[in-house]
């Protein structure tokens, strides 16, 4: 019998198994020089002068970043509605409500010609979503940031590596940009995320709040010359640290990011040559000379398909292939819905997007040929 093939799962070396080995052997299993290690390496991946603070999640991250650069009860921040949840959640943990904007449908990203629309005297930030791995137009979000005194923190949990403007992703003049190294993300380290920021205040407002608010973390106090004992509360923090044994995945993750990068490219590439005649639309490619991170592949069926997109994951499941949507726009969600009063032609970018789209699997310990068995029953369905 042919074995079920997932939709993710990561790629998991030796080097990796090793370094969780050295840690647990160690004695430092939470933060400690593994995770400043990891830290000090990101920053320097991202580029020169570039800080790294290392979470437990994106969405913790994203809570941090947030809350470093002054979101509050009351305010407003901008976002898309075609994103996970942990986006516009960390919004409401601050106290302050989203405001979504519709998508571009030629890049399913945040669209910035609707941006100064959604602007208002609570406007505090721009929150854009770099979908699937495609980076979005951060000149234009950012010169619309500018213009009205907005910051800007990017969800990047897709985009490591991808570019814009021949520059990373987390390199582009926001306040600050979050990823994530969840399972099934284009590196990984089980559960984890990364703040990254240019801003010295930033950096050291989210190294304070990820632990309790207390101004020497673990590592610090254990080793530095001063009482291991003695710290300061000072402010009401988090506990959203990584650990060592997180941090350990990662460093060797992180040597991986652009040979990862490099085959998901080769995977795309593959996918859209055998499905191209197919009544589907392909995913959208980055402008000649830049990079797309490849996080997912998404398919959107043509509505000359002959079956819909619900039928069409319950066939490819029965073909024994996983496949997921990315995403239900959060406006049909109950708690946004009901909240703010949505309804689904609020937002009919995205709300199209979603009634149409399925990620197929597509990750890097995958063969050529279980992606041409990804094919073959694409083919087999929709031909």
């Known amino acids: 019998m042919t074995p079920f093939l997932p939709f993710a799962l990561p790629e998991i070396g030796e080097e990796e198994i090793n370094e969780v080995l050295d840690s647990l052997r160690s004695g430092w299993l939470t933060t400690g020089p593994k995770t400043k290690r990891f830290e000090e390496e ?21 809570h941090l970043a947030m809350e470093a650069i002054g979101v509050g009860p009351g305010d407003e921040v901008i976002t898309t509605p075609y994103t996970f949840t942990a986006t516009a959640e960390v919004v409401r943990y601050l106290g302050a409500d989203p405001v979504f904007v519709d998508i571009d449908p030629g890049t399913f990203n945040i669209d910035p010609a609707k941006l100064e629309a959604a602007i208002t005297p609570r406007s505090k930030a721009i929150v854009p979503v770099h979908f699937a791995g495609l980076a979005c137009d951060m000149e234009a979000i950012l010169a619309v940031a500018r213009r009205h005194g907005l910051k800007v923190v990017e969800d990047a949990a897709h985009a490591l590596p ?7 992703v987390g390199s582009l003049g926001s306040d600050a940009t979050v990823y994530s190294f969840y399972a099934t993300k284009t590196i990984t380290t089980g559960e984890g995320g990364m703040v990254v920021t240019r801003d010295p205040a930033i950096a050291k407002r989210c190294r304070v709040m990820r632990l309790h608010g207390i101004s020497r973390d673990a590592f610090d106090r254990y080793t530095s010359d001063k009482p291991s004992w003695h710290y300061e509360v000072v402010a009401p923090g988090c506990k959203y640290n990584m650990t060592d044994i997180a941090a350990s995945i990662g460093i060797h993750q992180l040597k991986k990011a652009w040979p990862f990068q490099e085959q998901r490219s080769s995977m795309a590439a593959r996918y859209d040559a055998a499905l191209s005649d197919l009544p589907v639309d392909l995913p959208p490619h980055p402008a000649p000379g830049e990079t797309h991170a490849w996080h997912l592949y998404v398919l959107r069926l043509k509505e000359t398909a002959p079956v819909s997109r619900n039928r069409f994951i319950e066939l490819m499941a029965a073909n024994g292939i996983g496949c997921s949507v990315h995403f239900i726009p959060l406006h049909l969600h109950p708690y946004w819905r009901d909240r703010y009063g949505f309804q689904p032609e ?31 029953a694409v083919r087999e369905i929709l031909a």
């Open 42 to 62: 990101f920053g320097a991946f991202i580029g020169a002068g570039t800080e790294a603070i290392a979470v437990n999640s994106a969405t913790a991250g994203l």
């Open 162 to 168: 991808a570019t814009c403007g021949g520059k990373l």
């Open 346 to 376: 609020d937002f009919p970018y995205a709300h199209a997007s979603y009634q149409r789209s399925v990620s197929l699997p597509m990750y890097t310990r995958m063969t050529e040929a279980d992606q041409q068995r990804v094919v073959a």
